[in-house]
């Protein structure tokens, strides 16, 4: 059996059906056949090099911060390389990060050694290999404006390095989520600053934020792509919807772009209220809403 190959290999945490609400930032989601935590990049590669021969595509998982998991969850394996791909250092004004780190450790990382550059996107709560992927933005600042290169593994298991330029960056949107490859690691380039000024703006970061999202609900964070031209908060709000309730799931009354749990919510809960709101926003405006959350499961 595929779960007793992979426990042979010993590279780290292996479960059996293992609920997802526990490794998603939505706190929804159903079993996963198979979950695993690679210790080390190592670990990863035997692990992918097993399930290549066994002819089994998994999941890539960082911290579940931009996921939504069916109820009755998903079938094979998750590979979840948060806490598994952690290195962080420095080489001058360039930082190396593994995968797993989560982007807001990063960023302090970065501020204790008086560098700047990832002050706007400091609060994103993803893991950096995530963040790589989908160019992961807020402020006005994106990940493509200081990522030097990308280490990633090939599906062909060849460990490489992507330069910016050959990134394709765009908004959600890179290279590497085109080819399928799985990032293990990120060189930033940072440049020295004064140490006020990075305190100071991580602190006005981190007031907009806390002021202005519900982070005090599980949730995806924005749950839409920003039309062309609009903002998704904006047409959800003057459709009326800002604070509506459908059973477990909420537009959240303090940003209407994000939908939150706001009471044990379901995965029909919350799917159910992203298709109301995009229907009431295509009905009223015209605009069809593009989920930037990813959905995934049996349900979808």
Known sequence: MLIEKI???DI???????????HTTF???GPVDIFIRP?????????????????????ILGQGSNLLVSDSGLRGVVICI???????????????TGAGNSVPDVAKYAQRNSLSNMEEVSGIPGSIGGAVVMNAGAYG??????????????????????????????YRGSAVLDEGYIVLGANLSLRKRDQKEIDELMA???NRRVTKQPLNYPSAGSTFKRPEGYYAAALIESSGLKGLVHRGAMVSDK??????????ATYKDVIELIRLIQKEVKDKHGISLETEVKIIGEDK
Do not use: C, W
Request: no cysteine.
């Open 27 to 29: 706190r929804v989601g």
């Open 7 to 9: 426990k042979n290999l």
């Open 141 to 170: 600042g994106e990940f493509k404006d200081f990522v030097k290169n990308v280490k990633v593994l090939t599906r062909d298991l060849e460990v490489k390095y992507i330069d910016n330029q050959d990134m394709d960056f765009r």
């Open 39 to 59: 210790k080390d990049e190592e670990s990863l590669i035997m692990l992918m090099k097993l399930l290549k021969e066994e002819g089994v595509t998994p999941f």
């Open 82 to 96: 948060h806490k598994a791909l952690t290195d962080i250092y420095l080489d001058g004004e360039t930082l190396y």
């Open 12 to 22: 780290g945490e292996v479960l059996e059906n293992e609920p997802m609400k526990g």
């Open 255 to 264: 940003h209407s772009g994000f939908v939150i749990n706001h009471d044990n």
């Open 204 to 206: 006005d970061y981190t």
